[in-house]
């Protein structure tokens, strides 16, 4: 199954403490990733386990999991956790490999499963019955799951048509010494990368400004590498990239470039939204989360929805008032910084920068997170689309120094209103002790880097 695909699973959690609230209990979700096999001349994708955004629960391993068709395509297998990143994956079995199994399981003469036939037959059996009077309640604890009862919450998944996935082939792995790795963003098929100022820079300074000129007042910077995914047979490939600018002041946002990028290299630009984006609109994010550029995994992707967009006037679009940052309901772990926010029609609708936390446990809330959104992404886009645009004195150009948008991004109230006494001003803080007095305004707010 393709990545973003929406599926169903049925399952049974904590069935056996109260069986009529939780027997046949309904979830809805997408494809994440492939798990891969690595079994050597597999084809990506054929015997892969499959990774699904979607709210398992305890007690579901087992049960059936549908796809917009109401075929059955997989079972649910106990999920991938980490305690490092407080995270877990549902993991899922294709039915294909349940086939392969049960046939080496068998005599000489294999019996092979007849998913196809089987689910053509469940397929008819669901239309017949879609148009059916739906019942008043759900199934009792002690009868199957009815036809018309999965017929409902499956064909819920039919009325959507989404092309997250469009954006995949846009999305890279970026590797920086001591920041580990993270996500970035294709913004030229030259070779141009957009990703988090964050990631490029050192722990202890913020590096800033025009490169290519050091100064006295820049700060080294790690030797960056990019990991792009081919879908040729080549597979993954790792390129040396250098940092063209690196924001210092509201945004948290660096552009790259692969140096010497071959001309096969086949980078794929991503197309930014263009229209507005409003609270309750279907997002994905899409990066390189939880799974260390050893596993040579393609992006994850999760699904949710904007809860919030945060305007400023401060963003140089042109208009009165643009949008800042949008805050996602979607899942997002560690290594998804300079990940992308995308749209139902596969645009890029934001950057992910960061995430917000418990300040008192210190664990993260994955499903409350925070990006730069697409408003003030476009005149990187516009000079991406000119001839030697993304020049580092250009860009310089964007990196505006206001107080209304650097409070958006530190959760801070605008200057505007009274502030606390003795309390600075973001860009006072900024410029007197940079990052470490950053992460530490972060920090009080409960805000995490990813």
């Not at 050091?214 to 993954?236: C, E, T």
Request: glycine share 8%; aromatic share 4%.
């Amino acid at each position: 199954m393709d990545q973003g695909a929406p599926i169903t699973a049925v399952g049974s959690p904590f069935g056996v403490i109260s069986p009529p609230h939780f027997v046949n209990s309904v979830m809805h979700g997408v494809i994440s990733n492939h798990w891969p096999s690595g079994r050597e001349g597999d084809k990506p994708g054929s015997r892969d386990l499959l990774m699904a955004d979607m709210r398992c629960l305890p007690g579901m391993e087992g049960g059936p999991v549908f796809n917009q068709q109401g075929q059955l395509v997989a079972i649910t297998l106990l999920p991938l956790m980490s305690n490092t990143f407080n995270a877990e994956v549902p993991l899922l079995m294709p039915i294909g490999l349940l086939a392969d199994a049960w046939a080496k399981c068998c005599s000489s003469r294999p019996y092979v499963v007849p998913v196809t036939d089987a689910s053509a037959a469940r397929m008819a059996q669901l239309t017949t019955v879609a148009n059916e009077p739906q019942p008043s309640s759900v199934p009792s604890h002690d009868s199957p799951v009815s036809s018309s009862y999965l017929a409902r919450h499956v064909g819920a998944l039919q009325r959507h048509s989404f092309k997250w996935a469009a954006a995949i082939p846009s999305i890279v792995l970026v590797s920086a010494p001591g920041s580990g790795w993270a996500s970035g963003i294709v913004l030229s098929r030259d070779g141009y990368i957009l990703t988090n100022a964050h990631v490029v820079k050192p722990s202890s300074a913020h590096a800033s400004g025009v490169h290519s000129q050091p100064d006295q007042n820049h700060f080294p910077l790690p030797l960056i590498k990019v990991r792009v995914s081919s879908s040729s047979s080549s597979g993954n490939s790792w390129h040396v990239a250098e940092v063209v600018y690196s924001f210092r002041h509201a945004l948290d946002l660096a552009v790259l470039r692969v140096k010497a990028a071959p001309a096969g290299l086949g980078l794929q630009p991503a197309v930014l939204q263009s229209g507005a984006v409003t609270p309750g609109q279907a997002v994905a994010i899409i990066g390189h989360a939880l799974f260390s550029p050893n596993r040579q995994m393609q992006p994850s992707l999760t699904v949710g929805n904007i809860t919030k967009v945060v305007y400023s006037h401060a963003v140089k679009t042109g208009r009165q008032r643009s949008a800042a940052m949008i805050m996602t309901s979607a899942t997002v772990h560690a290594g998804a910084s300079g990940g992308a926010v995308v749209t139902a029609d596969g645009c890029i609708a934001g950057i992910t920068t960061s995430n917000a936390r418990h300040s008192a446990s210190g664990l993260t809330i994955p499903n409350l997170n925070f990006a730069v959104a697409a408003e003030a992404l476009q005149p990187l886009w516009a000079l991406a689309a000119q001839p030697g645009g993304l020049r580092p004195e250009l860009i310089q150009q964007l990196d505006v120094q206001d107080a209304a948008l650097a409070t958006i991004f530190t959760l801070s109230q605008p200057p505007e209103q009274q502030n606390p006494a003795g309390q600075q001003t973001l860009e006072d803080s900024r410029d007197k002790q940079g990052s470490a007095r950053l992460a530490e305004l972060l920090s009080k707010k409960g805000l995490s880097k990813l």
